[in-house]
């Protein structure tokens, strides 16, 4: 089983501030990696694919970059709508998810 | 754009079964795709539970395998899921999603879930 592991926990920041989440795969996954953001009481929104393209109508400031093991999602500048938990995801035929950051408000 | 809408029963009874239905908006699932299930226990992570083909193929955690099963109905454009002799620890949202994968031999590769449904709670309490 491929494990991922996201850091930190918490991430506490200011709008306006840049955000960056590690994921971390116990082997590599070449660039078969996704990212999500999930807010309180909703359903998780695919932000990003294939470790660097975003999703259909999500903001240019959030990227993904990464391969092999070590994966980097970058909010470049928050806006107030982006605090919430964000999960990594790799591609398999058994799909699974790192335990999460949550971005809080400052 | 493709809209899905989870719906079953709130509470189960241990040792029954769970039985939710996600039904798919604005696309035929005949059409094509994979679509799956995914939960949520209360203030925990996601767990991949399964996924379809529109043509009926079936792939299952192996953690769940014994308990699950997923099924299509393509003239309802919906597909179902039943979890066998629950738990509480099948407490949880359920999500269903469509799933963007790539078939194998024998086996899918999926790739990431795009859209997801709402969610809907489910308690396993007696």
């Known amino acids: 089983d491929i494990i991922l592991t996201q850091s930190p926990a918490t991430l506490s920041l200011s709008p306006g501030e840049r955000a960056t989440l590690s994921c971390r795969a116990s082997?590599?996954?070449?660039?078969?990696l996704a990212w999500y953001q999930q807010k309180p009481g909703q359903a998780p929104r695919l932000l990003i694919y294939?470790?660097?393209n975003r999703a259909t109508d999500i903001p240019a400031r959030f990227s993904g970059s990464g391969s092999g093991t070590d994966f980097t999602l970058t909010i470049s500048s928050l806006e107030p709508e982006d605090f919430g938990v964000y999960y990594c995801?790799?591609?398999?035929?058994?799909?699974?998810f790192g335990g999460g950051t949550k971005v809080e408000i400052k | 754009q493709v809209q899905l809408q989870e719906s079953g029963p709130g509470l189960v009874k241990p040792s029954e079964t769970l039985s939710l239905t996600c039904t798919v908006s604005?696309?035929?699932?005949?059409?094509?795709?994979?679509w799956g299930w995914l939960r949520q226990p209360p203030g925990k992570g996601l767990e991949w539970i399964g996924s379809?083909?529109?043509?009926?193929?079936?792939y299952y955690n192996p953690s769940l395998r014994s308990r699950v099963s997923i099924s299509v109905d393509t003239s309802n454009n919906h597909f179902s899921l039943k979890v066998t002799s629950v738990t509480a620890a099948d407490t949880a949202v359920y999500f269903c999603?469509?799933?963007?994968?790539?078939?194998?031999?024998?086996?899918?590769?999926?790739?990431?879930?795009?859209?997801w449904g709402q969610g809907t709670l489910v308690t396993v309490s007696s």
């Open positions: 379809i083909y529109h043509r009926g193929h079936t």
């Open positions: 604005n696309y035929s699932i005949s059409t094509g795709f994979y």
């Open positions: 999603a469509r799933v963007y994968a790539s078939h194998r031999t024998n086996s899918a590769d999926f790739k990431w879930f795009d859209p």
């Open positions: 082997q590599s996954v070449s660039r078969y």
């Open positions: 995801q790799h591609r398999s035929s058994w799909p699974t």
């Open positions: 294939d470790a660097s």
